[in-house]
């Protein structure tokens, strides 16, 4: 497993772009980059993940560097909703480990 | 379609009970995990199910926890003489048999003990 280093928390506002970003400079040529986000009591929810190409979807778009050692998850227009505790995670394993993550705040 | 149900909700015991949590996962999905959460802290893994494979309790903090799976579908996890450090969040999640399939999560079990 990788080692991840998120900012502790960010903050954003409603309807800008928020670029959240992860080092994981440890991480190996098979490890995928997980993305899931926790909203207030609840479990956490998946976002996206990828091994070496930018990804999208609907919720969100990941961008990996080409050196691998770092990513960025773009929420392209932040609403309320979006405010969350979002878990980057460096694995090819089956049982993903979570950090702390960074705590999103999303201001109106 | 459903997702991942847990039960129950809120569980407050007194030290030394035994409690038994109830992981109802996605209907089809072979992979079952359980995690916990501490206050204000990240998810700690607990124990993974796959299929009929022998399931990995390398989590597991100590032999007063346990957990099954029956019929490769609804799992549960028993503490037994349960302790203050053991109050928690305890998240199941559920996911397809491939690796870097996205994980289910329930909205987890709280547990306080007093």
């Known amino acids: 497993d990788a080692k991840t280093t998120q900012p502790n928390s960010m903050e954003s506002n409603e309807e800008e772009p928020v670029h959240l970003p992860c080092n994981h400079s440890t991480i190996s040529g098979t490890d995928y980059i997980h993305w899931y986000r926790q909203l207030p009591s609840q479990g956490p929810e998946y976002v996206i993940h990828?091994?070496?190409s930018n990804v999208n979807n609907r919720m969100a778009s990941l961008a990996i560097a080409e050196d691998r050692k770092s990513s960025t998850l773009i929420l392209h227009r932040a609403t309320l909703r979006d405010a969350a505790v979002y878990y980057c995670?460096?694995?090819?394993?089956?049982?993903?480990?979570f950090g702390k993550g960074t705590s999103l705040l999303v201001t109106p | 379609g459903a997702g991942v149900s847990q039960s129950p909700s809120n569980k407050v015991t007194e030290k030394g009970k035994d409690v038994e949590l109830r992981c109802d996962p996605i209907s089809g999905h072979t992979a079952l995990y359980w995690y916990r959460q501490s206050l204000g802290q990240g998810l700690e893994f607990l124990i993974y199910f796959q299929g009929n494979s022998a399931p990995d309790k390398s989590g597991l903090p100590s032999d007063r926890f346990s957990a099954e799976r029956t019929g490769g579908s609804v799992s549960t996890l028993t503490i037994q003489r349960t302790q203050q450090e053991d109050s928690a969040v305890y998240l199941c999640?559920?996911?397809?048999?491939?690796?870097?399939?996205?994980?289910?999560f329930g909205n987890g079990t709280r547990l306080t003990v007093t």
């Open positions: 999640a559920s996911g397809r048999d491939r690796v870097n399939s996205p994980l289910h």
């Open positions: 990828g091994l070496t």
């Open positions: 995670i460096g694995d090819s394993g089956y049982a993903l480990n």
